[in-house]
């Protein structure tokens, strides 16, 4: 039998901590778009869009980068 990993795609409406949960190794992408944050309060309910617009970066972009690099990561597990 073929099992089938699913990943779990990141979303504007998640968290900077949501997103950790899932893959802590992302925090590389978040300080990349100047995101030092994650161990702040705010992250826990600020949204990745919320984030995007405090912080003046492109949202698509910052969700292509993360999810790309989730699917890096778990090719690595496999």
Same mark, same amino acid.
């Given at each position: 039998?073929?099992?089938?990993?699913?990943? !779990?795609?990141?979303? !504007?409406?998640?968290?900077?901590? =949501?997103? %950790?949960?899932?893959?802590?190794?992302?925090?590389? *992408? %978040?300080?990349? +778009? @100047?995101?030092?944050?994650?161990?702040?309060? *705010?992250?826990?309910? =600020?949204?990745? =869009? #919320?984030?995007?617009?405090?912080? @003046? +970066?492109?949202?698509? %972009?910052?969700?292509? #980068?993360?999810?790309?690099?989730?699917?890096? +990561? =778990? @090719?690595? !597990?496999?």
């Amino acid at each position: 039998m073929i099992e089938k990993k699913i990943i !779990k795609k990141i979303t !504007k409406d998640m968290t900077l901590d =949501e997103v %950790l949960e899932i893959e802590p190794r992302l925090v590389a *992408v %978040l300080l990349g +778009f @100047g995101l030092h944050c994650f161990g702040c309060p *705010v992250s826990q309910i =600020e949204s990745l =869009e #919320e984030a995007s617009e405090v912080h @003046g +970066f492109d949202l698509d %972009l910052f969700l292509e #980068e993360l999810n790309t690099t989730l699917e890096e +990561f =778990e @090719g690595e !597990k496999k």
